[in-house]
């Protein structure tokens, strides 16, 4: 959540917001609910204080004066009951307001959408398309099933099969092993949670439409175990000398990918189920960007491990996600379309998840919010596409990765016959 402090007083955090084209009008009406709230809580506050001093005076007064005071004070009771409620319902409309504001876009940021993103460095060579696709090579090698995925489920769903399963489980070993090398501590999170859990993630209610709801609504399935992993501090006070603290997430995750109709439709590049290991940390204010580099260079690590060539990019502020206040993507070569697509992100959302979920850092001179860092450790199907197409010879067998291969007891796989 935004500080509506800051974004009245600061021009330059109202500036952030603005870059990321908010709703015309939207930060003018949290504005202006707040300053009705704040005013409507200066009376209420008035009246509280002018019954307790009333019912102060009915003690002190004579036998003759305590009718006009009894009805003093209750004149002031029913003034009182009669504003309370209206405050209540400015608070949770200024709440419902300020929830769908953006966290500003740090001033390193581009400006801009999607066309506007800055390509900061590349690594490796682009290398020419393989014989086959990864789609029409893992259909060939017994690798991938989308048919009968989706006479099962849907379109966009798929049976991973055969050693692709050895290779997926290989992939989240070795990353897991890495990172918990790293200081990251190892987590299976739940993947359905609360909707409060949603928002105070940063989710709700601008990204609902990607979720899936179960049981009417009282759980949801989650898109990243980033949700159920922000939710390990709610309402902690934090010692700085125990930040940052990491967390390494695997779990299966679920999204509806409403808006990309048409996109990605082959093989398991978009798809509405997927398992992902995801970092996650909640660190001193003071040093988050510093950890937003270390996100990345684990990141890039892993891809230069993996030997995929990769570019990193700065993204546009009209293309981030309402929680980052920055974000890079590490975008690799994907020979058969000749152009890079997203494997890996990461964002510094600064202190606007902590806000609500009241995540603290001690300090000498009071609490401090913390700040909470998220980034793509390995997003199983897409790494399984690149790799499909990377490791795939021109006479249809699969080379492991060198990385890998103590994790999947093979070397290479055969063209199925």
């Not at 330059?12 to 009008?25: D, N, S």
């Not at 001033?107 to 590349?122: T, W």
């Not at 696709?133 to 769903?157: I, K, L, N, P």
């Not at 050895?166 to 992939?171: G, I, T």
């Amino acid at each position: 959540m935004i500080d509506i402090k800051r974004l009245r007083e600061e021009a330059a955090y109202r500036v952030g917001i603005e870059r990321k084209r908010v709703r015309a009008g939207l930060i003018d009406e949290v504005l202006a609910a707040d300053e009705a709230r704040a005013a409507l809580a200066r009376k209420v506050q008035e009246l509280r204080t002018l019954q307790n001093a009333a019912s102060k005076e009915i003690g002190k007064a004579s036998p003759d004066e305590r009718p006009a005071k009894i009805e003093a004070a209750a004149a002031l009771k029913t003034e009182l009951h009669a504003l309370e409620p209206e405050l209540t319902v400015l608070e949770a409309r200024v709440r419902e307001l300020a929830l769908q504001l953006p966290n500003p876009a740090d001033a390193s940021v581009p400006d801009g959408g999607e066309d506007d993103s800055v390509v900061l460095r590349v690594f490796g060579e682009a290398k020419a398309a393989p014989p086959l696709d990864h789609a029409d090579y893992a259909e060939r090698m017994g690798f991938v099933d989308t048919d009968h995925g989706a006479q099962a489920s849907g379109s966009r769903f798929a049976y991973v099969m055969r050693e692709a399963v050895f290779l997926e489980f290989a992939l989240v070993q070795w990353i897991m092993q890495r990172l918990a090398g790293e200081g990251f501590v190892p987590v299976v999170p739940p993947v359905l949670v609360r909707e409060s859990t949603m928002e105070e993630a940063g989710f709700f209610p601008t990204d609902r439409a990607q979720v899936y709801e179960v049981d009417g609504g009282e759980l949801y399935l989650t898109g990243t175990s980033e949700v159920p992993l922000s939710a390990l501090h709610r309402g902690d006070v934090l010692d700085p000398d125990e930040l940052p603290r990491r967390y390494a997430g695997f779990s299966s995750n679920f999204r509806r990918e409403a808006g990309t109709y048409g996109k990605d439709t082959r093989g398991i590049f978009r798809v509405h189920q997927f398992d992902k290991v995801e970092m996650f940390s909640f660190c001193n204010p003071d040093e988050s960007w510093d950890e937003h580099e270390r996100l990345l260079a684990i990141e890039e690590s892993i891809l230069t491990d993996l030997e995929l060539p990769y570019r990193v990019v700065n993204i546009a502020a009209g293309d981030l996600g309402p929680a980052a206040a920055k974000k890079y993507d590490l975008e690799v070569w994907l020979p058969s379309e000749g152009r890079y697509r997203e494997s890996h992100s990461c964002s510094n959302y600064l202190d606007y998840s902590a806000r609500r979920l009241n995540t603290r850092v001690r300090g000498v001179d009071g609490n401090r919010l913390a700040h909470t860092l998220n980034g793509t450790a390995c997003a199983v199907g897409r790494m399984l596409v690149f790799l499909f197409e990377h490791y795939q010879e021109d006479n249809g067998a699969f080379v492991v990765p060198e990385v890998l291969r103590t994790y999947t007891g093979f070397e290479r796989v055969e063209p199925f016959k």
